[in-house]
C-alpha cells in the first residue's frame, strides 16, 4: 500500500513541476556540459580518452547532478511548510515519510533525465573508441551520484529548515569537493571518491588508476557499491527517522 503511495506522490510531484522554470533548469542543465565538451573537442584531440572521460565524469555526476539535486532534493520540507500543507502531512502517521521517499524519487528522476540526456549528446559529440562503454558507465554513476547525494540533501532539508540551501552548499564544497580529492584516509567518506574508483575500473584505466590510487583508491567495484548503498540506505534512515519526531513550525504557528 505504501508502495501505491508513493509512486502517488512521484505522479503528483511530476505533473507538479512540470513548469517553465523548471524545464528551463532542466535544459540549462544539459546544456552545461554538452557546451563545454563541444568547445574541448573542437580544439583538444580524443586521444588520450581518459583525458575527456575525466572531464565528462567531473561536469555530469560531479556538478550537474549536484546542482540539480540542490534545486529539487533540499528543499522537500521548507516546500510544503511554505505552501501551509506541512500541517496535513503531520496529522498521518505515514504521511510524512511516503512524502519524503516520493519527493526524494522525483528528484532523482529529474536530475538523472538531465545527466543522462546530457550525457548522451556528449558522448555523441566527442566520438569515444568505445562509445557504448562510455555512455553507459557515465549513466551508472550519474545515476548513483543522485540516489547518494540526494539522501545527503534529504537529510540536510530535514535538520535545517532555515538556510537549508545553504547548508546544503557548504556541505557540497567542503566534503565532495575539497575533502573528496584530499589523498588521505578521510576522502573514503564522501561519494565522489567512490564513483571515481568505480569510473576508473569499469572504463578500464588502470595505469592512470596505480599512478593515482590514493586518488582513484585500490578497492573493488562491488566495495565501492556496497559502501554507497550502506551509506544511502543510512541517511534516508536517518532522515525518515528526525522527520517522524520533527516539530516544524508553520506559519500557522505565528
Request: glycine share 6%; hydrophobic share 60%; with cysteine.
Amino acid at each position: 500500500m505504501n508502495s501505491m503511495l508513493i509512486l502517488d506522490v512521484i505522479r503528483f510531484e511530476l505533473a507538479r513541476s512540470l513548469t517553465v522554470g523548471r524545464l528551463a533548469i532542466w535544459c540549462v542543465l544539459v546544456a552545461f556540459p554538452v557546451a563545454l565538451i563541444s568547445v574541448l573537442r573542437i580544439t583538444i584531440p580524443v586521444e588520450p580518452i581518459e583525458r575527456f572521460g575525466f572531464t565528462l565524469y567531473f561536469l555530469i555526476p560531479e556538478i550537474v547532478c549536484l546542482l540539480g539535486l540542490l534545486l529539487w532534493a533540499t528543499p522537500v520540507v521548507s516546500t510544503e511548510i511554505e505552501g501551509q500543507t506541512w500541517i496535513y502531512l503531520a496529522m498521518r502517521a505515514s504521511g510524512r515519510n511516503i512524502v519524503l521517499l516520493g519527493k526524494y524519487l522525483t528528484a532523482v528522476l529529474w536530475t538523472w533525465t538531465a545527466a543522462a540526456t546530457g550525457i548522451t549528446i556528449s558522448v555523441l559529440i566527442i566520438g569515444p573508441p568505445e562509445p557504448l562503454r562510455m555512455w553507459i558507465v557515465m549513466n551508472v554513476l550519474a545515476g548513483l551520484s543522485c540516489l547518494a547525494h540526494a539522501a545527503i540533501f534529504l537529510l540536510i532539508g530535514v535538520l535545517f529548515q532555515k538556510r537549508t540551501m545553504v547548508s546544503a552548499v557548504f556541505y557540497t564544497l567542503v566534503m565532495e569537493y575539497v575533502i573528496a580529492f584530499i589523498p588521505a584516509l578521510i576522502n573514503k567518506l564522501t561519494v565522489n571518491y567512490r564513483l571515481r574508483g568505480l569510473l576508473a575500473e569499469w572504463m578500464q584505466w588502470h595505469d592512470l588508476r596505480s599512478r593515482a590510487e590514493l586518488v582513484l583508491g585500490n578497492e573493488s567495484p562491488a566495495s565501492h557499491l556496497f559502501a554507497l548503498a550502506i551509506f544511502t540506505a543510512v541517511l534516508l534512515a536517518l532522515a525518515m527517522l528526525r522527520l517522524a519526531t520533527a516539530q516544524y513550525a508553520t506559519q500557522q504557528d505565528g
